[in-house]
């Protein structure tokens, strides 16, 4: 429930903003469709807390939304915090994003302002923390012009100071950029390749730090540590690891969310539970990922896999006999495209669905990069490594982005039909086998064994 309700506000401050920033019009509604639904305590709290969801994106939204008592063509400067480290595109520019804190005209009046805007500028390196001026102008929701540092906080220099060792370590063309990439969060020479293959494959979330990427640091992790008798301890210290990472790659939200969501899990919340408790707090630390793709990904897609993929999964396994990490894998691409799709396709104008085939053997091709990428920072010896396993990389985001991208919503229709028949078996194959390995359990006071429609 929790999960879905994210999703459906997500999607409401991209393609109807002005519904979620009016909570004095929901909320009464909400109110009066939980006195006449209520039938427990546990519903009511419920509804209190989407109540409370619903507010802090509100409330998130209206400080992300660029606002200044100066019309956008009168604003010649803007003043700010860095709240995304910058990064190099194509065309040589730089990119990155900005909390605005004040906005100046022609005749040199300064006002405050709110909101966060995109900037493109010149060869700016500028992280996450530091604060700018940049002079120039509005070209619709992106400010272009040049930027001049005015100060760098300490946690800042801290980061600049990390970031260049691991650059000298990893400086390699090609695979030392896929590496910087995977670790940092963002190339150095701005040749990106690869992620150009990863978007058009729609593979993409496997190249943005996220979930995936703290699972893989935990699980290196847990190896060397496993010699540490505590078991509290050994999470104590993968935590303060994990939190390092974080703040190394300029707290992306989209790492922030997977982070808070581990920590919830390990306090024994349920994953719905932990879902919903870290959106709330992600979107009150940090109110700008209300408008960070990577985070609304993050979110749309986990939502999606946590609503439908086992159903799917074992639908998939009713209809063919393929191994489980096979089925795994394209049930959760199935389900993440199906809730994703039309945020893509709002947003880039195409999509693709080549990754319910292709997700598996890139997702462990990008997880041993990442891999190899931290054994060559503590031996870089090693990094010779890189070139190999980079070509192979390479050419399986280069094989994954030949399915045709689509840009209609066809092929989206045939997804959701698939998408509801495999759910629907899945659903129908439950319904039969749990009652027999309840009844199992009861009898032979054994563990239950998943079973799929074969058994």
Not at 214 to 237: E, G, Q, Y
Not at 268 to 296: K, Y
Not at 442 to 448: A, E, F, T, V
Request: proline share 5%.
């Amino acid at each position: 429930m929790y999960a879905l309700m994210l999703t459906l506000l997500i999607y409401l401050s991209h393609f109807a903003p002005w519904a979620i920033s009016r909570p004095l019009f929901f909320l009464p509604m909400l109110s009066f469709f939980a006195l006449c639904t209520i039938r427990s305590i546990e519903q009511s709290l419920q509804i209190v807390v989407i109540a409370v969801l619903f507010y802090v994106i509100s409330s998130a939204l209206s400080a992300a939304m660029p606002s200044s008592a100066l019309g956008p063509d009168d604003i010649v400067a803007v003043y700010g915090r860095v709240i995304q480290d910058s990064s190099q595109k194509k065309n040589r520019m730089t990119g990155y994003r900005l909390l605005m804190e004040a906005a100046e005209d022609r005749r040199g009046t300064v006002v405050s302002a709110r909101g966060s805007v995109y900037i493109l500028s010149g060869q700016a390196d500028v992280l996450y923390g530091d604060r700018v001026r940049v002079s120039g102008y509005s070209s619709g929701d992106i400010f272009i012009g040049e930027t001049e540092l005015l100060d760098r906080p300490f946690s800042a220099e801290l980061r600049a100071k990390a970031i260049s060792w691991i650059r000298r370590r990893l400086r390699s063309e090609g695979a030392g950029e896929l590496a910087m990439l995977l670790v940092l969060g963002t190339g150095e020479d701005g040749s990106y390749s690869l992620a150009d293959d990863a978007r058009l494959s729609g593979l993409s979330h496997v190249l943005a730090l996220s979930g995936m990427h703290l699972s893989i640091l935990a699980s290196m992790l847990s190896v060397p540590l496993s010699i540490v008798p505590w078991k509290k301890l050994r999470d104590c210290i993968i935590l303060l690891f994990l939190l390092f990472f974080s703040f190394l790659s300029g707290w992306r939200p989209s790492l922030v969310r997977a982070l808070l969501f581990r920590i919830f899990l390990s306090m024994r919340f349920s994953v719905d539970e932990a879902f919903m408790i870290s959106a709330q707090i992600l979107f009150s630390l940090f109110p700008h990922a209300i408008a960070d793709l990577g985070a609304e990904y993050s979110y749309i897609s986990l939502a999606a896999i946590f609503l439908l993929s086992s159903r799917i999964d074992r639908g998939i396994r009713c209809l063919l006999p393929v191994p489980p990490s096979l089925s795994i894998s394209a049930s959760a691409s199935i389900s993440a495209l199906l809730f994703s799709v039309p945020l893509t396709l709002y947003t880039f104008g195409s999509y693709q669905l080549g990754a319910i085939i292709t997700s598996l053997p890139l997702t462990a091709m990008i997880s041993f990069y990442m891999g190899l990428s931290i054994l060559v920072l503590m031996i870089p010896p090693l990094s010779f490594l890189l070139q190999p396993a980079y070509r192979a990389a390479e050419w399986l985001f280069q094989a994954s982005s030949l399915f045709p991208e689509l840009t209609s919503l066809a092929g989206y229709a045939v997804l959701a039909a698939l998408s509801t028949v495999l759910y629907a078996l899945g659903l129908l194959s439950s319904s039969h086998v749990e009652p027999e390995l309840q009844q199992h359990k009861r009898n032979s006071g054994g563990p239950i064994i998943s079973r799929t429609c074969d058994d």
